[in-house]
């Protein structure tokens, strides 16, 4: 079975600067997805960015970009130029490429992200 | 176009109640995903279902609980004889059906259960 691994419960970091967020994952798949939802105080979940395991080039949504290494099945995030909008949990999640539809999604236990003013 | 719907938004039920939870998809998807957050944990997926089709259940408890996604109208999710540990967050997500590459699912707001 898959298991994703976030090990910072939280963090908390200044407006503007950098912060990266870990997560490890464990599978035996080759091809799958990869990604970072961010759930608000209003607990809506919010896809933030997708790392299709089978693309070396790491993706990159404007302030959001991942550092993606397959072999050490590590997946992290990183937020640039950080605003107060960006304090939530955050979430990594795997869903093994099925070819013709998704599965579930295994998330990991999620990182508090607070940005203080 | 609205995205995912969820109702009610918060539902509180004794011990012992039935809990229906309702989800519509986003117009033109047919596949649908049943999570459950507990506190202060991530989702934990529960179950997966195509019309009239339960696809893949490995998440859902083996008693009390059952999920349906009928022709017409909303997928159900249900809990029979509550307790106190089904309190929770369930979210519903949905997607486009099967095709080469992902389907993103797209999530609704959730429904808050607590049992008194």
Redesign the interface.
Known sequence: AQT?TQSQPEMSVQEAETVTLSCTYDTSENNY?LFWYKQPP??????VI?Q?AYKQQNATENRFSVNFQKAAKSFSLKISDSQLGDTAMY?CAY?R??????????????THLIIQP | NAGVMQNPRHLVRRRGQEARLRCSPMKGHS?V?W?RQLP?????????LQKENII?E??MPKERFSAEFPKEGPSILRIQQVVRGDSA?Y?C?S?T????G????F?G??T?LTVL
């Open positions: 994703v997805y209003s607990r809506q979940m919010i896809l997708r299709e979430f869903n490429y099925s070819g013709g539809g998704a599965d579930g999604l295994t998330f990991g236990k999620g | 596949h995903y999570y202060e944990e991530g989702l934990k997926f529960m179950v997966y893949d490995s998440g967050a979210f997500a997607s059906a099967g095709s080469q992902y389907n993103e699912q999530f707001p959730g808050r």
